[in-house]
């Protein structure tokens, strides 16, 4: 958390999605609370970790010790079937008013492991993220910094058709974790000299224990703010999406 706050403080950052059934959430929830200037929404999680709901209220979302299933068991549930709309939905709600209960307005949603790629997630939420003022949500990765597989293109490119019944999305998103090497120090530059004409999100995992974050982080705080002045692009944030 400490890193995502330097960031904030640093001007390169504004929005973040925070995860309700997380322990840190308490004082990510107070930071909210304390600087309304930047844009919060939910990281909706129900794999890996621990649910907010009762786990017996939300049996095919859990294993037999009350856990979130994995980012893999979770799709290939989701794509055979076996993952109930209704427990996504009591689990959202469980995690939504979490963050309502605690004053934070909750302006945009995107999912911990992009399980709202599958089809069952927009689906199930569709309907009620509108009761909460939810009015955008994260669209599938269309922007690369290495070119991805085709068919990792293709997929994310339908499956936006189903993310997009749950409200207004960016025109691009961009993700670098999981694909940078130690050589790759000026990710940042790169992707903004880059950048399309629209509205893009640049998603990044702030941190500074894993080496993967840190690649994530250190670019961004380092040119952060000065290469998007120099480079003539303006840092919005999801309460001032057109």
């Not at 490119?157 to 025109?171: A, C, E, V």
Request: some cysteine; proline content about 6%.
């Amino acid at each position: 958390m400490d890193a995502t706050i330097e960031c904030f403080r640093r001007g390169v950052l504004s929005s973040a999605t925070m995860m309700p059934n997380m322990p840190a959430f308490a004082p990510a929830a107070a930071f909210a609370r304390a600087h309304p200037q930047f844009s919060y929404g939910l990281h909706l999680c129900v794999t890996d970790e621990r649910p907010v709901s009762d786990p017996a209220a939300i049996p095919t979302l859990v294993d037999s010790d009350g856990c979130f299933w994995t980012a893999a068991e979770f799709f290939t549930r989701a794509f055979t079937g076996r993952i109930a709309g209704a427990d996504l939905r009591r689990e959202a709600l469980a995690q939504l008013t979490r963050m309502q209960e605690q004053g934070i307005p909750v302006h945009h949603i995107d999912a911990h492991g992009h399980v709202h790629k599958a089809a069952i997630v927009p689906c199930a939420l569709r309907h009620m993220l509108g009761e909460f003022g939810v009015a955008t949500v994260r669209r599938t990765q269309n922007l690369f910094y290495k070119r991805p597989r085709l068919s990792r293109r293709c997929f994310n490119l339908l499956t936006n058709t189903f993310i997009r019944l749950l409200g207004r999305t960016t025109d691009y998103f961009l993700m670098v974790a999981g694909t940078l090497g130690d050589g790759d120090t000026c990710w940042w530059d790169c992707c903004i000299e880059r950048l399309p004409e629209g509205v893009t999100e640049i998603g990044i995992h702030p941190g500074w224990e894993e080496p993967w974050r840190r690649l994530d982080t250190l670019p961004v705080l380092e040119r952060g703010r000065t290469y998007l002045q120099e480079a003539g692009v303006q840092l919005i944030s999801f309460n001032e999406l057109p």
